[in-house]
């Protein structure tokens, strides 16, 4: 055998080995510590602003850690306290693809992007598959609920890993999806949409790690696109149109690139009404739906 079979041998053994290719699909736009990614095949990490993400990362944050992330469509993620989110799945090529993100427990916030006005994206947890058509929502995971989704804009749709579905349309209104089913819509109190957001805020002293102070007149001042005289880090070509300056500063308020959350309004005849006291144990309409698969 000669030298180069010899070497070419070698080599074709050699490749399977390698490890793939790692598979960049978005950036951190804002973190508070503590929050980690987990790459496939790679250490935890600290989450900082920049940061690429990758296809099946594992995000999770601390009793004090926060995240958001920005896809590579424009979609982003916010991430909660005490929260971990899986990135399952993420395809976007001229205008098409696919977005699948899992919540293992906390809550999160998905406004969604480029792939879900077309095929749309998932969001599952362990008791429902979340399907979102050009819209955003809050999951919340805990409690008599099992499932807590809330529409703010967009078509919803939800299924029940105990079977069952509902749509979801009218901002401010939600179901559970516990392990019997997928409950009516009812409308969801402000007080609870508060509390959901609250969890994802940066808290007095952090900034979702943008350096100094800023308020919201800095971050209009900072404007949608990046300056002609700023440079962005590394990694942050791939938020295409979304520049990080105003997003960033934002971010303790948890507004970027996001629609205010619905302002309370009163509910139709038919709507039905939600408890104003303890309402983590206590939901209206326990009837869930086995019939709309």
Same mark, same amino acid.
């Given at each position: 055998?000669?030298?180069?079979?010899?070497?070419?041998?070698? &080599?074709?053994?050699?490749?399977?080995?390698?490890?793939?290719?790692?598979?960049?699909?978005?950036?951190?736009?804002?973190?508070?510590?503590?929050?980690?990614?987990?790459?496939?095949?790679?250490?935890?990490?600290? &989450?900082?602003?920049?940061?690429?993400?990758?296809?099946?990362?594992?995000?999770?944050?601390?009793?004090?850690?926060?995240?958001?992330?920005?896809?590579?469509?424009?979609?982003?993620?916010?991430?909660?306290?005490?929260?971990?989110?899986?990135?399952?799945?993420?395809?976007?090529?001229?205008?098409?693809?696919? %977005?699948?993100?899992?919540?293992?427990?906390?809550?999160?916030?998905?406004?969604?992007?480029?792939?879900?006005?077309?095929?749309?994206?998932? &969001?599952?947890?362990?008791?429902?598959?979340?399907?979102?058509?050009?819209?955003?929502?809050?999951?919340?995971?805990?409690?008599?609920?099992?499932?807590?989704?809330?529409?703010?804009?967009?078509?919803?749709?939800?299924?029940?890993?105990?079977?069952?579905?509902?749509?979801?349309?009218?901002?401010?209104?939600?179901?559970?999806?516990?392990?019997?089913?997928?409950?009516?819509?009812?409308?969801?109190?402000?007080?609870?949409?508060?509390?959901?957001?609250?969890?994802?805020?940066?808290?007095?002293? %952090?900034?979702?790690?943008?350096?100094?102070?800023?308020?919201?007149?800095?971050?209009?001042?900072?404007?949608?696109?990046?300056?002609?005289?700023?440079?962005?880090?590394?990694? &942050?070509?791939?938020?295409?149109?979304?520049?990080?300056?105003?997003?960033?500063? %934002?971010?303790? +308020?948890?507004?970027?690139? %996001?629609?205010?959350?619905?302002?309370?309004? +009163?509910?139709?005849?038919?709507?039905?009404?939600?408890?104003?006291?303890?309402?983590?144990?206590?939901?209206?309409?326990?009837?869930?739906?086995?019939?709309?698969?």
């Amino acid at each position: 055998m000669s030298t180069i079979q010899r070497f070419a041998l070698a &080599l074709a053994l050699l490749l399977p080995a390698l490890p793939a290719a790692a598979e960049k699909v978005g950036n951190v736009g804002a973190a508070n510590p503590a929050a980690f990614g987990a790459p496939p095949g790679a250490a935890r990490h600290a &989450l900082a602003i920049g940061l690429g993400v990758e296809k099946g990362e594992r995000i999770d944050t601390s009793a004090e850690g926060s995240a958001q992330i920005i896809f590579n469509d424009s979609s982003t993620m916010t991430v909660g306290r005490n929260s971990s989110v899986a990135i399952d799945d993420f395809v976007y090529q001229g205008g098409a693809g696919g %977005q699948g993100v899992r919540l293992a427990r906390g809550v999160m916030r998905f406004v969604g992007g480029g792939v879900s006005h077309g095929a749309g994206a998932t &969001l599952n947890t362990p008791t429902a598959a979340v399907g979102v058509r050009g819209g955003s929502l809050l999951l919340r995971i805990g409690g008599d609920c099992g499932t807590l989704v809330v529409h703010q804009v967009g078509v919803i749709e939800v299924r029940g890993a105990g079977g069952g579905s509902q749509i979801l349309n009218r901002p401010g209104f939600g179901v559970c999806a516990a392990g019997e089913g997928v409950s009516e819509p009812f409308r969801v109190p402000g007080e609870t949409i508060a509390a959901i957001t609250a969890q994802m805020a940066s808290r007095r002293g %952090q900034s979702g790690g943008a350096r100094g102070r800023h308020s919201n007149e800095s971050a209009a001042a900072l404007g949608d696109h990046a300056p002609a005289s700023v440079e962005p880090p590394p990694g &942050l070509e791939a938020l295409a149109p979304v520049w990080a300056g105003g997003a960033l500063v %934002q971010s303790s +308020a948890n507004a970027t690139n %996001q629609p205010a959350p619905p302002q309370p309004r +009163a509910a139709p005849r038919d709507a039905p009404e939600t408890p104003t006291g303890h309402y983590t144990h206590s939901y209206p309409h326990r009837s869930y739906s086995h019939g709309k698969d």
